[in-house]
């Protein structure tokens, strides 16, 4: 029998998909080969959002190793904002203003990137309720909150013991958790032991974040400590399996080099299968053991201003102390993805190397637990007899199933990395419907609710590793890309490609409907009790403390008070207090002054933020408002004057009389 590995070889020696990425790689040829939408005009049409119009969802996209994620409005794929979660943003001053760099503080100190994966939109009764979205930092362990009526990040909160944050985070029918797990197996709680002791000494956990019903406030309730595996992706149950989290996990080998290979042994890895339920009952009954974990947690309080505390101590639960938590399903060849139908009935894992589409029956999960119907277990937990519990196999699928989403009519659409297609099957029969090519090396898709109760349908989007010809070149680096295509009909159809920011891992999207009449425009100044705002411009000042000087300053259209300023010193340290007086939509105002080695900043109207400044040259320096914000924006300009150190020029500045 072939290992996975030489299969895998063989597949890609055959595979006629991967063969024509590496020729198009080398083609060069100008316009486009291939994929074009069939009916462009129609194409055109299904996508075209007159001048003025909405789009119908509005989508969040991960922005992967940007550490951000994007909003784009669908059909039109046009991108509308980026939202700074776990990268410092100098665009907006996220991560450099006084005011929110406290979001970025870890564990291991300021981080100012991370990883972002899975836009997960927060939910009731698994449908989409449009008040957050989190998101996971895959590489310092952490989960994001964004607040969707201001679109900007509330909160973040680190994940202790885990390393890779990468199956995360997946929500529960009601937000009653979002989940977190362990990538990468570690020496838990971490130590300095030798990686040669990995069988012995490694294992993982998975994190069980509460969220709050009332505020979305996140906090770590327990983590479950498993066998040192790979812990891969997640999902929530709903409906009848609402009360589980299944994982994905690969490397059951417990390899610790070479993983390509050494992982890719076994026939079949495993799906963990959680019941959250009892999980939280044991945690409750004080099962659990206190490890002293410490993690960040990080939050904007309601002056938009981030606080950072460290805290301490997590329960965390052995499976052995508490009967009936986990089981394992076996599941072929290094299973990635795992998805929940909208019944909550149907669990399918995506195995990268399998060449069929394993769909679990969670009622025969059920019945197999109750009559005991096990090949024996892993680390202490029952691995389910595979005949048992599999509902169906989609046959022929096409090679490397990853993700599945789902549609309004009973249908599911699975990812296939390999063989680069989204292959569309049936959840009555589990046969196969249509295939579509991407281009290419699709990893996750989206259909907008696909991962909910009830889908919306009408689209499903691919998020694709590789966009080789499909754009004007733009040197070694190309963009990454989505695609559009109708699902309204029986065949799937391309309507549309668009470049995306960073790697689109994942997306979520969500009827524009939901959410749009209740976007925040401005922040009322007067809820502003920033301690540094300047309510009005008679309240402008300059402070000077000891070699601190604090600029009290204002901003409306269109000019700072003050605007000039003298008595400041090389070697001082220059803290810039703006507040935007403005009380109108959209008239953010920016601010830089020549030399500041730090970021710009936006600031919001109503709203107070902080830069910080440590002038090291004499001169007179110009400042200037950096948005385009009226007629006069030109204008919006003043200057600062930097004299030697222990020079006599007193502190001054210059307000309107
Ligand atoms: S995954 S590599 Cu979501 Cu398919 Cu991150
Ligand atoms: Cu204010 Cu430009």
Redesign the pocket.
């Given at each position: 029998m072939p290992d996975k590995f030489t299969m895998w070889r063989a597949t890609a020696r055959v595979l006629p998909g991967l063969v024509a990425i590496g020729s198009l790689a080398c083609g060069g040829g100008g316009g486009s080969a291939g994929g074009a939408a069939a009916g462009s005009g129609q194409a055109a049409q299904q996508v075209y959002v007159a001048p003025g119009s909405y789009d119908e969802f509005y989508s969040f996209m991960s922005g992967g190793f940007s550490g951000q994620v994007s909003v784009y409005g669908l059909p039109s794929g046009r991108m509308f904002k980026v939202i700074p979660v776990f990268s410092q943003d100098p665009e907006k001053g996220y991560g450099y203003s006084d005011q929110t760099r406290p979001m970025l503080m870890t564990s291991f100190g300021f981080i100012p990137w991370d990883d972002a994966h899975h836009p997960q939109l927060s939910r009731v009764n698994a449908e989409p309720d449009g008040r957050w979205l989190f998101i996971n930092g895959n590489n310092t362990p952490r989960i994001a909150r964004i607040d969707l009526t201001e679109m900007e990040t509330s909160e973040i909160i680190e994940i202790p013991n885990a390393a890779g944050n990468h199956a995360s985070p997946f929500a529960t029918s009601n937000n009653e958790y979002v989940v977190g797990a362990t990538r990468f197996s570690v020496p838990t709680p971490q130590a300095d032991v030798s990686i040669a002791d990995y069988k012995e000494k490694f294992s993982g956990v998975l994190s069980f974040v509460k969220v709050d019903s009332a505020t979305g406030a996140m906090s770590l309730a327990f983590q479950v400590h498993m066998p040192g595996y790979d812990y891969d992706l997640s999902r929530a149950g709903k409906g009848p399996s609402k009360e589980w989290v299944f994982f994905t996990s690969y490397n059951t080998e417990q390899a610790n080099t070479l993983l390509e290979v050494n992982a890719s042994q076994n026939d079949k890895d495993v799906v963990a299968a959680i019941h959250w339920t009892v999980a939280a009952k044991c945690v409750a009954d004080g099962k659990a053991k206190s490890w002293p974990s410490r993690y960040a947690h990080n939050w904007m309080d309601a002056n938009h201003i981030a606080h950072s505390e460290i805290l301490t101590g997590v329960k965390v639960l052995e499976v052995a102390d508490c009967p009936n938590v986990a089981y394992f399903l076996p599941t072929p060849k290094s299973p990635h993805g795992v998805d929940v139908d909208p019944t909550g009935e149907f669990i399918v894992a995506g195995g990268k190397l399998a060449s069929l589409i394993p769909v679990f029956g969670f009622s025969k999960i059920q019945k197999a637990i109750a009559a005991n119907d096990t090949v024996g277990s892993k680390g202490g937990i029952p691995v389910l007899k595979y005949e048992s519990v599999i509902a169906g196999e989609v046959q022929k699928p096409g090679l490397g199933p990853l993700h599945t989403e789902f549609d309004d009519h009973g249908n599911a659409y699975t990812s296939m990395f390999l063989s680069s297609e989204i292959v569309k099957w049936s959840l009555k029969d589990f046969t196969v419907l249509d295939r579509v090519p991407t281009y290419y090396s699709i990893g996750h898709l989206m259909v907008p609710g696909g991962d909910m109760a009830h889908p919306y349908g009408k689209y499903v989007v691919a998020l694709n590793k590789i966009t080789k010809d499909r754009y004007l070149p733009t040197g070694p680096e190309l963009t990454q890309s989505a695609q559009l295509f109708d699902i309204t009909g029986d065949k799937m159809k391309l309507l549309l490609d668009f470049p995306t920011i960073g790697e689109p891992h994942y997306a979520q999207a969500l009827p524009a409907s939901l959410i749009k009449d209740k976007q925040l425009r401005t922040y009322p100044l007067a809820d502003n009790h920033d301690p540094y705002v300047t309510p009005t411009e008679k309240d402008a000042k300059v402070v000077r403390q000891g070699k601190a000087v604090h600029v009290y300053m204002t901003?409306i259209?269109?000019h700072f008070v003050p605007d000039n300023i003298e008595g400041v010193q090389v070697g001082d340290t220059v803290y810039f207090h703006l507040t935007n007086l403005e009380q109108d939509w959209d008239v953010p105002?920016?601010f830089a002054v020549t030399g500041l080695n730090n970021s710009e900043l936006l600031v919001m109207p109503g709203q107070t933020r902080t830069i910080t400044w440590t002038p090291n040259r004499v001169g007179v320096w110009p400042f200037y408002?950096t948005?385009?914000?009226?007629a006069l924006?030109q204008e919006?300009q003043g200057y600062i004057r930097v004299s030697e150190p222990g020079s006599s020029v007193k502190i001054s500045f210059n307000t309107p009389k």
């Amino acid at each position: 029998m072939p290992d996975k590995f030489t299969m895998w070889r063989a597949t890609a020696r055959v595979l006629p998909g991967l063969v024509a990425i590496g020729s198009l790689a080398c083609g060069g040829g100008g316009g486009s080969a291939g994929g074009a939408a069939a009916g462009s005009g129609q194409a055109a049409q299904q996508v075209y959002v007159a001048p003025g119009s909405y789009d119908e969802f509005y989508s969040f996209m991960s922005g992967g190793f940007s550490g951000q994620v994007s909003v784009y409005g669908l059909p039109s794929g046009r991108m509308f904002k980026v939202i700074p979660v776990f990268s410092q943003d100098p665009e907006k001053g996220y991560g450099y203003s006084d005011q929110t760099r406290p979001m970025l503080m870890t564990s291991f100190g300021f981080i100012p990137w991370d990883d972002a994966h899975h836009p997960q939109l927060s939910r009731v009764n698994a449908e989409p309720d449009g008040r957050w979205l989190f998101i996971n930092g895959n590489n310092t362990p952490r989960i994001a909150r964004i607040d969707l009526t201001e679109m900007e990040t509330s909160e973040i909160i680190e994940i202790p013991n885990a390393a890779g944050n990468h199956a995360s985070p997946f929500a529960t029918s009601n937000n009653e958790y979002v989940v977190g797990a362990t990538r990468f197996s570690v020496p838990t709680p971490q130590a300095d032991v030798s990686i040669a002791d990995y069988k012995e000494k490694f294992s993982g956990v998975l994190s069980f974040v509460k969220v709050d019903s009332a505020t979305g406030a996140m906090s770590l309730a327990f983590q479950v400590h498993m066998p040192g595996y790979d812990y891969d992706l997640s999902r929530a149950g709903k409906g009848p399996s609402k009360e589980w989290v299944f994982f994905t996990s690969y490397n059951t080998e417990q390899a610790n080099t070479l993983l390509e290979v050494n992982a890719s042994q076994n026939d079949k890895d495993v799906v963990a299968a959680i019941h959250w339920t009892v999980a939280a009952k044991c945690v409750a009954d004080g099962k659990a053991k206190s490890w002293p974990s410490r993690y960040a947690h990080n939050w904007m309080d309601a002056n938009h201003i981030a606080h950072s505390e460290i805290l301490t101590g997590v329960k965390v639960l052995e499976v052995a102390d508490c009967p009936n938590v986990a089981y394992f399903l076996p599941t072929p060849k290094s299973p990635h993805g795992v998805d929940v139908d909208p019944t909550g009935e149907f669990i399918v894992a995506g195995g990268k190397l399998a060449s069929l589409i394993p769909v679990f029956g969670f009622s025969k999960i059920q019945k197999a637990i109750a009559a005991n119907d096990t090949v024996g277990s892993k680390g202490g937990i029952p691995v389910l007899k595979y005949e048992s519990v599999i509902a169906g196999e989609v046959q022929k699928p096409g090679l490397g199933p990853l993700h599945t989403e789902f549609d309004d009519h009973g249908n599911a659409y699975t990812s296939m990395f390999l063989s680069s297609e989204i292959v569309k099957w049936s959840l009555k029969d589990f046969t196969v419907l249509d295939r579509v090519p991407t281009y290419y090396s699709i990893g996750h898709l989206m259909v907008p609710g696909g991962d909910m109760a009830h889908p919306y349908g009408k689209y499903v989007v691919a998020l694709n590793k590789i966009t080789k010809d499909r754009y004007l070149p733009t040197g070694p680096e190309l963009t990454q890309s989505a695609q559009l295509f109708d699902i309204t009909g029986d065949k799937m159809k391309l309507l549309l490609d668009f470049p995306t920011i960073g790697e689109p891992h994942y997306a979520q999207a969500l009827p524009a409907s939901l959410i749009k009449d209740k976007q925040l425009r401005t922040y009322p100044l007067a809820d502003n009790h920033d301690p540094y705002v300047t309510p009005t411009e008679k309240d402008a000042k300059v402070v000077r403390q000891g070699k601190a000087v604090h600029v009290y300053m204002t901003m409306i259209r269109s000019h700072f008070v003050p605007d000039n300023i003298e008595g400041v010193q090389v070697g001082d340290t220059v803290y810039f207090h703006l507040t935007n007086l403005e009380q109108d939509w959209d008239v953010p105002h920016g601010f830089a002054v020549t030399g500041l080695n730090n970021s710009e900043l936006l600031v919001m109207p109503g709203q107070t933020r902080t830069i910080t400044w440590t002038p090291n040259r004499v001169g007179v320096w110009p400042f200037y408002c950096t948005d385009f914000c009226s007629a006069l924006h030109q204008e919006m300009q003043g200057y600062i004057r930097v004299s030697e150190p222990g020079s006599s020029v007193k502190i001054s500045f210059n307000t309107p009389k």
